[in-house]
């Protein structure tokens, strides 16, 4: 089992930054991929940032240029550093741990808020 705590969220003004934090406590060795998504009010979930225990990372192209994903592997930690925020950027954000096995499992933290005001 794997543990994810998401926080870091909260309410800035466009253009300002935010940074989300995500701990993962549990089985943390057999996590192969870390992420973040993001579900806006009546849309699906979708995909954010990812990057691999080696370090390889791939963004949504709509935050491509603003946001930068990172892991402290000491700390057990995944970050997503937000600038330039849009209001459209507005959504709960979801730290996601995935272990490559077969089949594969997927863990989810309990979301975080962020609100970009225009």
């Known amino acids: 089992q794997v543990q994810l705590v998401e926080s870091g969220g909260g309410l800035v003004q466009a253009g300002g930054s935010l940074r989300l934090s995500c701990v993962a406590s549990g089985i943390i060795s057999s996590i192969n991929v870390m992420g973040w998504y993001r579900q806006a009010p009546g849309e699906q979930r979708e995909l954010v940032a990812t990057?691999?225990?080696?370090?390889?990372?791939n963004y949504a192209d709509s935050v491509k240029g603003r946001f930068t994903i990172s892991r402290d592997n000491a700390k057990n930690t995944v970050y997503l550093q937000m600038n330039s925020l849009k209001p459209e950027d507005t959504a709960v954000y979801y730290c996601n741990a995935i272990i490559m096995q077969l089949p594969p499992k997927s863990y989810w933290g309990q979301g975080t808020q962020v609100t970009v005001s225009s």
């Open positions: 990057i691999t225990t080696g370090g390889s990372t």
